[in-house]
Each structure stands twice: as C-alpha cells, then as structure tokens.
C-alpha cells in the first residue's frame, strides 16, 4: 500500500551549488548527504513538511543520471512514494500489468530498500518506491 509521496528526486550537476540553492528556497538546512556507488550517485535530502527533496548528482559517466543528465538536462527525475511492504506492492503492481526497472528491492539512499518502475508504463514519470529498512 502506498502510504505518502516520501520524496522528488531531481538530477543535477552539482549538489555543492544546488545544495544551496534549496537551502535558501525552503529555509531550511540539508539534513545529509550521502553516496550510493551500486546507482553512481551522491545524493543530498532536504526536509520541506513530511516530505523530501532529493538531489541526485552523478559519480561516474555510465550511471543512469549521468545518462539522464545527457538525454534531458537537469530538473525532476522521479517521484517516490513510501510503501509498508516494497515486496508485496510490487507483487501487486506486477499483477496489475506495471513494467518493473528492478524485479525485487535493493538498497538505496536514507536508509532504504528501493525499486523503480519503469515510466513507459507510468504515464512517461519514473517512480520509486521506498521502504525503511527494519
């Protein structure tokens, strides 16, 4: 079941500059950052209310926002939403005729299992799904 939009994911060239950039638009700080080498990305999150902002930065040309960077420039990535059960919704999703990027959850930033859903099947938008890690 889908609990709650968890966080926007927006790909961009440098999290140094970006970072303060949203700091001084949602008055508040970045609360951390993080490294992802599996996804080649670094990341940085920002709490605005009960969601987040998360900005993507690539690590290395081949990774899939060097490769989004490149096609679309920089800007909205993928929405996330937060799940209760990230096996079980995407058992669901499955059923429902949903095309998945990843068959089964992997970890990924803020402590969380992840997988994408692969946006030919979402309306063109690339969605996340997250699950806290126990």
Known sequence: MLKKIE????????????????????????????????????????????????????????????RFLEKKGRGIHHIAFEVEDIDAELSRLTSEGFQLIHQSPKDGADNKRIAFLHPSSTEGVLIELCQEKS
């Open 7 to 66: 966080h926007l994911g927006i790909a961009v060239s440098s999290i140094d500059e970006t970072v303060k950039t949203f700091e001084s638009l949602l008055g508040t700080p970045c609360y951390k950052t993080e490294e992802v080498a599996s996804e080649g990305v670094r990341t940085a999150f920002l709490m605005i209310g009960e969601s987040k902002i998360e900005l993507l930065e690539a690590t290395n040309p081949e990774s899939p926002i060097a």
